[in-house]
């Protein structure tokens, strides 16, 4: 097989994030689900808008986070998202190209606007996600790059871009280039709301043996597996998964391969500012560690320390230098 010239090729939503501080009172007068991530028309995200204080726009989605985060590693990466020919397009192709992601999917012309996520972080660096799909979940097949996912080591698919009908037949596609290409398939299960409305299709998925690599954190996994104890429900997918890795908070991370499993601490973080994007660091730790053939341990630690440094900012793309962090580990 020839080498790959993309370590790691992802699809997801092309998102600019809104972020505001937030008093705890506010989440409650604005009904919204503390913690959560929430999906918002029009009307409501205006709502929102209007209710935030001075915001920061920062671009976000949740696989090109951890794209930013890979590139920041120095793995050589590609992202596939949809955005308007807008302002908030033009922000979010300058900034994934800027931390030197290849970028190639055409604007799309006219309505919807592009995608943006109205964040309220509460002093206790909670954040409560709005989001508002616009143009990123009309990626239709046709904007894929066949050629370019076979050419990557790993396709890395984002769970919340399977809720809208084409870019979900856009990643089915690309599954089938990838495995056919014999590239590994990492999938990333994003959140509960996600796996209630699909998780049918990713449980088929996991039986058919389509994903290499799941992620997922502790509450995810209890409800793909129906078990909430997060042991059984490793227990009941580790031998359908190659690689299975479990983000537990501050309780820190398992991973089941090869027929061990190996865990890691939470790194220590002095004060958490802003918990968005810390799953998407995980995964760009632990995903630079696999496609340099690191041992579980090292992928691991290297997501812990990841996720560490982004909770400690606002924002969900590394402001570190993570390659200093990274060689720390040896």
Request: net charge negative.
């Amino acid at each position: 097989m020839p080498q790959p010239s993309t370590q790691v090729i992802a699809i997801g939503n092309a998102i600019v994030d809104v972020m505001a501080p937030c008093a705890d009172a506010l989440i409650a007068q604005l009904g919204l689900v503390r913690g959560g991530m929430t999906l918002v028309d029009t009307g409501r995200a205006h709502e929102l808008y209007d209710a935030m204080g001075p915001a920061r726009e920062i671009s976000g989605g949740s696989a090109a986070n951890t794209l930013a985060g890979l590139a920041a590693l120095g793995s050589r990466c590609a992202f596939i998202g949809q955005v308007a020919d807008d302002q908030l397009g033009e922000v979010f192709a300058h900034d994934i190209r800027a931390g030197g992601i290849r970028f190639d999917t055409a604007a799309r012309a006219g309505d919807p606007p592009t995608a943006r996520c109205l964040i309220f972080v509460t002093p206790d660096g909670q954040r409560t996600m709005n989001t508002y799909l616009g143009a990123s979940q009309y990626l239709p097949p046709a904007a894929l790059d066949e050629a370019a996912i076979a050419d990557a080591e790993v396709l890395y698919l984002e769970g919340y871009l399977w809720d809208p009908e084409e870019p979900r037949a856009a990643m089915r596609r690309a599954i089938a280039a990838a495995r056919g290409a014999g590239r590994k398939v990492a999938f990333t299960l994003s959140d509960a709301f996600v796996i209630a409305r699909h998780g049918d299709d990713f449980r088929a998925m996991v039986a058919a043996g389509e994903i290499d690599i799941l992620f997922a954190n502790h509450i995810e996994l209890a409800a793909l597996t129906g078990l909430p104890d997060f042991r059984d429900g490793i227990d009941l997918l580790k031998a359908k998964v190659p690689v299975l890795v479990i983000t537990r908070g501050e309780h820190g991370a398992v991973a089941a391969t090869g027929g061990a499993l190996y865990q890691v601490s939470a790194e220590p973080v002095e004060r958490v500012v802003d918990t968005t994007g810390a799953g998407d660091l995980f995964a760009a730790g632990f995903l630079h560690g696999h496609v340099n053939g690191r041992s579980p341990e090292h992928c691991l630690r290297l997501g812990a320390i990841c996720a560490a440094e982004v909770i400690a900012h606002y924002g969900a793309r590394p402001e570190a230098d993570l390659r200093v962090l990274a060689d720390a580990l040896g």
